[in-house]
């Protein structure tokens, strides 16, 4: 375990390293003590998340063979074609060109597709095949079983952490400790830490904060991507840390949140001030009238109780729950961000059709159909009209990962400027008219080592949630009711893809909350197949799932979209946790919430 691997003398599990420690970030804002000095309220608590697999739809399957031109080609999905490309050109030592990816849109993703897991051994295969003569291809499909141990996870936390306030509920101090299981190599390991340490302070202006992060190398599996990537463990922290703060101070907990939510002018932990476009006070203000609150005197009240079971079933209780959260939008941190997009304009008098190359990844979540309606709202053409050519580094540029809430950002902004170019290029009669245009968003920068500070992200998108369920007191059941995501996209480019990505994050994370414990001992997976890691079915989802969708536009978004697809995800959890302490008077800081873990907690003889 990490504690074990932070030991002095503690096997080095990579020598060369001379340390366990993969990475680490600290950050350094304002006078700690002091804070804690104004503080009339302390909360002091330890949280662990647990492990949680991607339970992708497909398996990792692919197919590679040698293409017309002689390039190594290999057909798998994932998340970024270009990047995939490269790793296998170094790994077999061939030029880039030489090696060729396509990515069918086909078996889901969740960041679990961000790690190469079959790509190189399938492009060896069919190279050492020509070499020998033998031009056939190659197929490998991983079993389920084979999935399970065989690509990273969600990252494990260990996190201490105390809150200080003042009597009226302003924060004034947080002190966080963040410890990660980085498993056993390390990819994404460094980044998804960054986002924990960012959004352990959850978006509140608090002016004294220390954070000390840090992800370490353990004899178990890797772990790496997995949507929110580190936001839905530093958003249970730090909504844990808020609604406690709300029960000791005797305060509303949307009325605590609404007084110390960040906006354009407070600065983050980080030291710098958010992107214009802030909205989590709305998306707040939203959730809470849907949910039962109501501004009251100038104050928020619940003013709608949640309507209590039978009482001929005492074992029966029902509990209500808030929570609210932020995430990046694109990569963070001073790492290079661009998008590039090509735009083909067919016909002689007027534009018989369009061709738009894109690399993005489509993993499920409808990216292809986003870039046509973009393109044809850009092109003034009927839907109809366009053409996709994707997923292939012979014919598509690079676009950069489906990943960190960023292809319709990214891509949405790379096709607007190719498709205008293109349509300039027609006015002056070139045709085929034909550009090519690469987005770069305003840069970002990485933490500075002694304090922290950094402008760490361009965008954010900005999520709450409110939760109704009941729990049985005597087996530990969770059932969940109601839960109230209001969320806010900039611009609703699919309002019916919005809707789902909405709804398939409630019920992944609730799968996260409630049902997936993952199991690994000696390093090795117990829990290897989905009879014993469970994950959400028909009749584990919520009864209602109200997806509320507002639309407040990000000045450089794509007609003022902003990326979406994790932040339903973050404030599940701690919402879930907050009604499971309403419905039984006991606070939850680890899960997930299995019947076991409930039931013995509240009847521990």
Same mark, same amino acid.
């Given at each position: 375990?990490?504690h074990t691997a932070l030991e002095s003398g503690s096997t080095l599990l990579h020598p060369d390293r001379g340390s366990n420690v993969i990475h680490s970030y600290r950050i350094r804002k304002g006078d700690l003590q002091k804070g804690f000095e104004e503080a009339d309220f302390v909360v002091e608590s330890s949280y662990e998340t647990p492990v949680q697999e991607h339970a992708f739809l497909?398996?990792?399957?692919?197919?590679?063979?040698?293409?017309?031109?002689?390039?190594?080609?290999?057909?798998?999905?994932?998340?970024?074609?270009?990047?995939?490309?490269?790793?296998?050109?170094?790994?077999?030592?061939?030029?880039?060109? &030489?090696?060729?990816?396509?990515?069918?849109?086909?078996?889901?993703?969740?960041?679990?597709?961000?790690? +190469?897991?079959?790509?190189?051994?399938?492009?060896?295969?069919?190279?050492?095949?020509?070499?020998?003569g033998i031009h056939r291809p190659v197929k490998l499909v991983w079993s389920r079983e084979e999935s399970m141990f065989g690509h990273g996870k969600r990252h494990p936390y260990y996190m201490h952490t105390r809150w200080g306030a003042k009597r009226d509920g302003t924060l004034v101090a947080a002190e966080v400790n963040l410890v990660a299981d980085g498993g056993a190599y390390c990819y994404?390991?460094?980044?998804?830490?960054?986002?924990?340490?960012?959004?352990?302070?959850?978006?509140?202006?608090?002016?004294?904060?220390?954070?000390?992060?840090?992800?370490?190398?353990?004899?178990?599996?890797?772990?790496?991507?997995?949507?929110?990537?580190? =936001?839905?463990?530093?958003?249970?922290?730090?909504?844990?840390?808020?609604?406690?703060?709300?029960?000791?101070?005797?305060?509303?907990?949307?009325?605590?949140?609404? &007084?110390?939510?960040?906006?354009?002018? &407070?600065?983050?932990?980080?030291?710098?001030?958010?992107?214009?476009?802030?909205?989590?006070?709305?998306?707040?203000?939203?959730?809470?009238?849907?949910?039962?609150?109501?501004?009251?005197?100038?104050?928020?009240?619940?003013?709608?109780? +949640? #309507?209590?079971?039978?009482?001929?079933?005492?074992?029966?209780?029902?509990?209500?729950?808030?929570?609210?959260?932020? &995430?990046?939008?694109?990569? #963070?941190?001073?790492?290079?961000? #661009?998008?590039?997009?090509?735009?083909?304009?067919?016909?002689?008098?007027?534009?018989?059709?369009?061709?738009?190359?894109?690399? =993005?990844?489509?993993?499920?979540? =409808?990216?292809?159909?986003?870039?046509?309606?973009?393109?044809?709202?850009?092109?003034?053409?009927?839907?109809?009209?366009?053409?996709?050519?994707? =997923?292939?580094?012979?014919?598509?540029?690079?676009?950069?990962?489906?990943?960190?809430?960023?292809?319709?950002?990214?891509?949405?902004?790379?096709?607007?400027?190719?498709?205008?170019?293109?349509?300039?290029?027609?006015?002056?009669?070139d045709r085929p008219a034909i550009a090519t245009f690469v987005y770069r968003p305003p840069a970002t920068t990485p933490m500075n080592k002694e304090t922290g500070e950094a402008m760490p992200n361009f965008s954010y998108g900005y999520v709450a949630e409110a939760v109704d369920l009941e729990v049985d007191v005597e087996t530990g059941e969770i059932h969940l009711l109601k839960v109230t995501?209001?969320?806010?996209?900039?611009?609703?480019?699919?309002?019916?893809?919005?809707?789902?990505?909405?709804?398939?994050?409630?019920?992944?994370?609730?799968?996260?909350?409630?049902?997936?414990?993952?199991?690994?001992?000696?390093?090795?997976?117990?829990?290897?197949?989905?009879?014993?890691?469970?994950?959400?079915?028909?009749?584990?989802?919520?009864?209602?799932?109200?997806?509320?969708?507002?639309?407040?536009?990000?000045?450089?978004?794509?007609?003022?979209?902003?990326?979406?697809?994790?932040?339903?995800?973050?404030?599940?959890?701690?919402?879930?946790?907050?009604?499971?302490?309403?419905?039984?008077?006991?606070?939850?800081?680890?899960?997930?919430?299995?019947?076991?873990?409930?039931?013995?907690?509240?009847?521990?003889?």
């Open positions: 375990d990490p497909q398996p990792e399957a692919g197919v590679a063979y040698m293409d017309e031109e002689n390039r190594v080609t290999v057909v798998a999905a994932g998340q970024w074609a270009h990047e995939e490309q490269e790793q296998i050109a170094h790994a077999l030592s061939l030029p880039m060109d &030489k090696v060729r990816v396509i990515q069918p849109a086909i078996g889901g993703a969740f960041g679990g597709r961000e790690d +190469i897991s079959i790509q190189i051994v399938l492009a060896l295969a069919a190279y050492r095949l020509a070499q020998r994404t390991s460094p980044k998804v830490l960054g986002n924990a340490t960012l959004m352990c302070t959850g978006p509140y202006a608090i002016p004294n904060v220390h954070v000390d992060s840090c992800v370490v190398y353990t004899n178990n599996l890797p772990n790496g991507a997995f949507r929110g990537f580190g =936001g839905p463990q530093g958003a249970y922290l730090a909504e844990m840390q808020m609604n406690k703060l709300a029960e000791l101070l005797e305060m509303d907990p949307v009325e605590i949140r609404m &007084k110390n939510l960040l906006d354009e002018e &407070k600065t983050i932990s980080m030291n710098s001030k958010l992107p214009k476009g802030v909205s989590i006070r709305e998306v707040l203000k939203d959730c809470a009238e849907a949910s039962g609150w109501k501004l009251v005197d100038g104050a928020w009240k619940q003013v709608e109780e +949640i #309507s209590q079971p039978d009482p001929k079933k005492p074992y029966l209780r029902r509990g209500r729950g808030i929570a609210c959260a932020y &995430k990046n939008v694109g990569f #963070s941190f001073g790492a290079p961000e #661009s998008c590039t997009a090509m735009v083909e304009l067919h016909g002689q008098t007027e534009i018989d059709y369009a061709v738009v190359h894109h690399a =993005g990844s489509d993993v499920g979540q =409808g990216a292809h159909t986003v870039f046509a309606q973009i393109a044809a709202e850009t092109l003034n053409l009927p839907i109809e009209k366009i053409r996709l050519v994707t =997923g292939d580094t012979a014919f598509t540029p690079n676009s950069g990962s489906a990943s960190a809430s960023r292809m319709t950002f990214m891509a949405g902004n790379s096709i607007i400027g190719a498709a205008r170019e293109a349509l300039a290029r027609w006015e002056q009669e995501c209001s969320d806010d996209v900039g611009k609703a480019i699919n309002p019916q893809q919005v809707v789902g990505q909405i709804e398939g994050a409630v019920v992944q994370a609730g799968g996260y909350a409630i049902l997936e414990n993952f199991i690994q001992r000696d390093g090795k997976v117990v829990t290897d197949k989905l009879s014993t890691y469970l994950i959400p079915t028909v009749l584990d989802i919520p009864d209602q799932v109200e997806s509320r969708v507002l639309e407040i536009k990000d000045p450089i978004g794509p007609y003022g979209a902003r990326g979406m697809g994790e932040m339903p995800y973050l404030p599940l959890v701690p919402a879930i946790a907050d009604a499971l302490h309403q419905a039984t008077g006991v606070w939850f800081n680890r899960f997930p919430f299995t019947p076991e873990l409930v039931s013995s907690t509240l009847q521990p003889f």
